[in-house]
């Protein structure tokens, strides 16, 4: 397979996410209250059973909009009884791009592409602009556009993110690779006729899975 243009998930592709008890550890460490794992538990609980079975943190929708994005986490946050200090801490935690650093294997395959003249999109349903942390890793210049649905009001699987991030790149769908961590939102990619790779997400930054993109994009694997 020829593939003149690889489109990248961020979160959990890219880059690895907190978990919940990383994320609320931290968000207390931030607000100044004590970060014991009882603590700890105990928010995480108050959190999930708010959230509830419908998932209302990662709703249809949600990261589609930043302004509906912050107000759904805060009243997920009131629903669970949280006071303010902590909950802005969980929201600023939440949208901080430190939290998310790339696998060790991200530049020297972004740099194989790009010597290849292979196009790279990132295509991302978050709530936040996720440029400054590619510029911070330097890995702005291998990235040819970024399609963020906080800016197209649009998420996947909805066929316009695709469409709109192929017509971005210049390439047509059979010469396309999408390459995500969960079948729901990036395997939309598939009936758009984009070949698609799932890998399971991303956990540590040792983790190195991408060599499997520069297999089926034909390119030469990184040092």
């Not at 302004?67 to 986490?73: A, E, G, M, S």
């Not at 942390?133 to 399609?147: E, N, P, Q, S, W």
């Not at 695709?162 to 939309?188: H, I, K, N, Y």
Request: charged residues 25%; hydrophobic residues 50%; aromatic residues 4%.
């Amino acid at each position: 397979m020829v593939t003149r243009g690889v489109l990248f998930d961020w979160r959990g592709t890219l880059v690895t996410c907190l978990t919940e008890r990383e994320w609320v550890r931290e968000a207390l460490t931030l607000a100044g209250r004590t970060a014991a794992p009882a603590d700890v538990e105990r928010v995480v609980a108050a959190v999930a059973a708010a959230d509830g079975p419908g998932d209302r943190l990662d709703a249809p929708g949600v990261d589609s909009d930043p302004v509906l994005h912050r107000r759904v986490y805060l009243d997920v946050f009131a629903d669970a009884g949280l006071d303010d200090a902590l909950a802005q801490a969980l929201y600023a935690v939440e949208s901080d791009l430190r939290h998310n650093p790339f696998a060790d294997d991200v530049a020297a395959t972004l740099a194989a592409l790009h010597a290849r003249r292979v196009r790279v999109a990132v295509v991302s349903d978050v709530h936040v602009d996720v440029r400054p942390a590619f510029d911070a890793a330097g890995l702005t210049r291998f990235v040819d556009v970024f399609t963020l649905s906080c800016e197209t009001g649009v998420q996947k699987p909805d066929p316009a993110v695709f469409t709109r991030t192929l017509e971005a790149l210049g390439v047509a769908a059979a010469e396309a690779l999408m390459v995500g961590d969960r079948s729901g939102p990036d395997g939309g990619a598939v009936e758009q006729g984009i070949a698609t790779l799932l890998l399971p997400p991303l956990r540590h930054v040792t983790e190195r899975r991408l060599h499997r993109v520069l297999a089926l994009s034909d390119a030469a694997p990184p040092p």
